[in-house]
C-alpha cells in the first residue's frame, strides 16, 4: 500500500543531476546568523517600545518571556514577528507595551540585566505581530567541505537560479521526531491532543505536509517551472493574486519573475484555483481520505503559498573553514530548503518562521 501524502519522506532536489558539497551545518551559533527584514522601522512616537536585539543560546519565547518579567509585564503582552532558533545569532525586534523608561534607558536595562546587545530602541504606535516583517537575511558559514566545493556549489547556484527553488516547508516544521503530520491527521479525525495550541500545532504540520506532497508531485511531473492552466497566481510586486487560465499567456511572466504560483494549504476558506490546476489538488485530499466537511470541522481557515521563489542576493564565498552563503528569503520560508541542494543531504539548522 502506498503512502498517504501526510506520510511521505523527504521532499526532492531540485538540483537532482549535480553533486553535493557535504560539510557541517551549525557547528557554532555564530555559523548561522538570521536577521529580520522588517516590514516597517518604528516611527518614533507611540505607546510600545521597540527594541532590536542580537542574542545567541535562547529561543524567540523564552527571550521574550524574560523580557516580560523584567519589565514587569503578562507574557502575551510582548510582541514578535517570528521565531528564531536557540542555535543560531539571531537579530530580531520585540515590542513592549511601556510608556516609561526613556528608550535609551530600557536598552541598557535590558542588555545589563538579559546579556543581548540591544542595536536599537524607538516607539510606535502598534504591537509587534506575527508576520510583520518581509522576510529574513542569513549569513551561514558551512564547515567541513571538500575541496573544490566551491566550484561544486556555485554550479548548484546557478542551476537554483535558472530554475527557481521549490518553497517546501523544512523538516523543523514536522517536529523532532517527524511525526507531527501524522498526529495532526489523527487530530484531524477527532483523536488528537485537547489543549488547543498543540492541537493547531500538528494540524498546521499535517497542512504543511500536504502542501510538500502536492510540489513534489508537480516537480516530479516537471510542471515546476511552467504554469499549469488554471493556477493560481501570485504578483511578485503588490502580491495580487489572480488565476491563469491561459497559462501559456502568462508563462513569459513567470520566466521573467514578475509572478509566480501558489499551492494549497487546506482548509475550509481556502481559495481554490481553476481545472485543470484544482484536479492536482483534490487528488491529494482524495488520497488522505478527507473531504470539505472534515475540512470545516476542523477549524482549518486554509490559505495558499507561494510554491517557487526566487532567491535574493545569494552568494558564496570560501573562508579558511569552510564556504559562507548569503541570501535572502521571504517569511516563511526555509534556508534548510536551500542548504540541503547545496549539502545534498538532510541539514539540520536553524530555522525563523
Same mark, same amino acid.
Given at each position: 500500500?502506498? @503512502? ?16 553535493? $558539497? ?22 518614533? $512616537?507611540? @505607546? ?10 535562547? *529561543? ?10 523584567l519589565?514587569?509585564?503578562? @507574557? ?49 504606535? =502598534?504591537?509587534? !505581530? *506575527? ?16 575541496? +573544490? ?13 535558472? !530554475? ?10 514536522f517536529?523532532?521526531?517527524g511525526?507531527?503530520a ?13 489543549d ?15 502542501? =510538500? ?23 511578485t ?5 489572480? *488565476? ?49 466537511? *472534515? ?13 517557487r ?12 573553514? +569552510? ?31
Open positions: 500500500m502506498s @503512502p498517504l501524502p501526510s506520510e511521505m519522506g523527504p521532499p526532492p532536489f531540485i538540483t537532482p543531476e549535480l553533486p553535493g $558539497v557535504g560539510g557541517e551545518l551549525k557547528a557554532e551559533p555564530a555559523h548561522f546568523v538570521v536577521e529580520e527584514i522588517p516590514l516597517y522601522l518604528p516611527e518614533g $512616537v507611540g @505607546p510600545h517600545l521597540h527594541l532590536r536585539i542580537s542574542r545567541e543560546g535562547m *529561543t524567540t519565547r523564552a527571550l521574550a518571556d524574560r523580557l516580560a518579567w519589565f514587569d509585564l503578562p @507574557p502575551r503582552d510582548v510582541g514578535f514577528a517570528g521565531l528564531k532558533d536557540k542555535q543560531a545569532r539571531a537579530v530580531q525586534s520585540f515590542s513592549l507595551p511601556l510608556e516609561s523608561p526613556a528608550p535609551q534607558e530600557a536598552a541598557r536595562k535590558v542588555a545589563q540585566e538579559l546579556e543581548v546587545e540591544v542595536l536599537d530602541a524607538a516607539r510606535h504606535q =502598534n504591537k509587534l !505581530r *506575527t508576520g510583520h516583517l518581509l522576510g529574513n537575511r542569513f549569513t551561514i558559514l558551512l564547515t567541513g567541505v571538500g575541496e +573544490g566545493a566551491l566550484a561544486t556549489a556555485q554550479a548548484v547556484a546557478a542551476a537554483v537560479a535558472e !530554475r527557481g527553488l521549490p518553497n517546501f516547508y523544512g523538516s523543523q516544521r517536529g523532532r521526531e511525526d507531527n501524522l498526529q495532526g491527521r489523527r487530530a484531524l479525525g477527532g483523536r488528537g491532543p485537547r488547543k495550541w498543540l492541537r493547531k500545532l500538528l494540524l498546521n504540520a499535517w497542512q504543511s505536509a500536504l502542501f =510538500n506532497a502536492w510540489l513534489a508531485r508537480r516537480i516530479e511531473r516537471g510542471d515546476f517551472a511552467r504554469l499549469v492552466g488554471g493556477d493560481l497566481a501570485k504578483k510586486d503588490t502580491g495580487g493574486m489572480f *488565476t491563469t487560465d491561459d497559462a501559456a499567456l502568462e508563462q513569459p511572466r513567470l520566466d521573467a519573475g514578475q509572478i509566480t504560483y501558489t499551492g494549497p494549504m487546506f482548509g475550509k476558506k481556502m481559495r481554490w484555483p481553476n481545472e485543470p490546476a484544482a484536479a492536482y489538488e483534490r487528488e491529494i485530499l482524495e488520497e488522505e481520505e478527507v473531504d470539505q466537511a *472534515t475540512l470545516k470541522k476542523s477549524g482549518l481557515m486554509g490559505s495558499r503559498r507561494v510554491a521563489l526566487s532567491v535574493e542576493g545569494l552568494s558564496i564565498a570560501e573562508s579558511p573553514e +569552510g564556504l559562507v552563503f548569503g541570501f535572502s528569503l521571504p517569511k516563511g520560508s526555509y534556508a534548510t530548503v536551500l542548504m540541503r541542494e547545496f549539502m545534498k543531504s538532510e541539514a539540520e539548522l536553524p530555522e525563523s518562521d
